[in-house]
């Protein structure tokens, strides 16, 4: 089954302290990607970074990285530097592939962050 | 700001009713994707369009119905409201046919049964 898991519910850190939201995945597809967007109280769901399973390197956008561990099936959120803005729900996701041909994302249930002044 | 966006941001109907939400894709992309989000959960995948024809669905019942524009643009349609159907409705559009296939999304529409 192709599924996302976000173990941590909630989580805190110091503002200007990194902090790493966790995430595995399961599939059993050879190609698929992986995503990482925030979803600030407002609703909408904001892209924050992508991952190939091809990609040799971790992606890095800006203090957003994604530390991929191919083997582990783990696709972990690192956020360098955190800001006040930065509290909001935060989910990963997995494109998978569906049988009338297009192509889904399947989330985790979300980690809520919290950056404390 | 994705360009995506969905119309009307809130709205309250009644069990049994029948609603439309609206959603207006980037400009550029090809495919609309729409989404359920209950209370406290992860988005569910409801179903794609690309061509203006469906092309995937997820685990949703046939009174959950689409539209797509010759401009991209799109509609949900759910008929015979549930209570269940609280949630927010989120619309993604995307190019298929780029390498990453990112989906950019809209700030939703929450819709309350009552």
């Not at chain 1, 909001?88 to 889904?104: D, L």
């Not at chain 2, 119309?7 to 029948?18: E, F, V």
Request: charged share 15%; aromatic share 12%.
């Amino acid at each position: 089954a192709q599924k996302i898991t976000q173990t941590q519910p909630g989580m805190f850190v110091q503002e200007k302290e990194a902090v790493t939201l966790d995430c595995t995945y399961d599939t059993s597809d050879p190609s698929y990607g992986l995503f990482w967007y925030k979803q600030p109280s407002s609703g909408e769901m904001i892209f924050l970074i992508y991952q190939g399973s091809y990609d040799q390197q971790n992606a890095t956008e800006g203090r957003y990285s994604l530390n991929f561990q191919k083997a582990r099936k783990s696709a972990n959120l690192v956020i360098s530097a955190s800001q006040l803005g930065d509290s909001a729900m935060y989910f990963c996701a997995m494109r998978v592939g569906t049988q009338g041909g297009s192509e889904k994302l399947v989330f985790g249930k979300g980690t809520k962050l919290t950056v404390n002044p | 700001e994705t360009g995506v966006t969905q119309s009307p941001t809130h709205l309250i109907k009644t069990r049994g009713q029948q609603v439309t939400l609206r959603c207006s894709s980037q400009s550029g992309h090809n495919t609309v994707s729409w989404y359920q989000q209950a209370l406290g959960q992860g988005p569910q995948f409801i179903f794609q369009y690309y061509r203006e024809e469906e092309n995937g669905r997820g685990n949703f019942p046939p009174r959950f119905s689409g539209l797509q524009f010759p401009n991209y643009s799109s509609e949900l349609n759910v008929n015979a409201l549930e209570l269940d159907d609280s949630a927010l409705y989120l619309c993604a559009s995307s190019f298929r046919g780029g390498a990453k296939n990112i989906q950019y999304f809209g700030a939703g529409t929450r819709l309350s049964v009552l």
